[in-house]
C-alpha cells in the first residue's frame, strides 16, 4: 500500500492550509486591532467595577443586619431596652452640641 498522494490531493491540501492560515490571519488581526484591545480593557474594568460593588452591597447589608438584628427582634419588635439606652445618648449629644454652639456664638 502506498501513501503517495496525487498532485490534485496535494493541492487541495495547500488550498485548505492556506484557508486555514488566512482564517487565523484575520482572527489575530481582530485580537491586536485597537478597538478590539481598547473593547476588552473596558469590559475588564466594568467587570471588576461590578464585582467590587457586588461585594461592597453585600458587606453593607450584612453589616445592617447585624446593626437591625440588635434594635429589633426577630418578629419585627424593637428591642426597647436597646433602643432607649441609645436614644438618651443621642439626645445628650444634640443638647450637648447645641449648648457648645450657643456659648460659641455668644463670644
Same mark, same amino acid.
Given at each position: 500500500?502506498?501513501? #503517495? $498522494?496525487?498532485?490534485?490531493? +496535494? %493541492?487541495?491540501? +495547500?488550498?485548505?492550509r492556506?484557508?486555514? =492560515?488566512?482564517?487565523?490571519?484575520? %482572527?489575530?488581526g @481582530? ?12 469590559a ?8 467590587? #460593588?457586588? $461585594?461592597?452591597? @453585600?458587606? @453593607?447589608?450584612r ?10 427582634? #426577630?418578629?419585627?419588635?424593637?428591642? =426597647? %431596652?436597646? =433602643?432607649?439606652?441609645?436614644? @438618651? ?6 443638647? =450637648?452640641?447645641?449648648?457648645?454652639t450657643? /456659648?460659641?456664638? /455668644? $463670644?
Open positions: 500500500m502506498s501513501d #503517495a $498522494r496525487t498532485p490534485a490531493q +496535494i %493541492e487541495a491540501d +495547500i488550498v485548505r492556506r484557508d486555514q =492560515l488566512a482564517e487565523t490571519l484575520d %482572527e489575530i @481582530v485580537r491586536v486591532h485597537p478597538k478590539t484591545i481598547i473593547g476588552d480593557a473596558k475588564k474594568a466594568a467587570s471588576t467595577v461590578d464585582r467590587t #460593588a457586588g $461585594r461592597a452591597f @453585600v458587606t @453593607v447589608n453589616k445592617v443586619s447585624d446593626v437591625r438584628s440588635v434594635f429589633v427582634s #426577630a418578629d419585627g419588635a424593637p428591642r =426597647l %431596652e436597646r =433602643l432607649v439606652p441609645l436614644a @438618651v445618648v443621642v439626645v445628650g449629644l444634640v443638647g =450637648l452640641m447645641a449648648v457648645s450657643g /456659648r460659641k456664638r /455668644r $463670644r
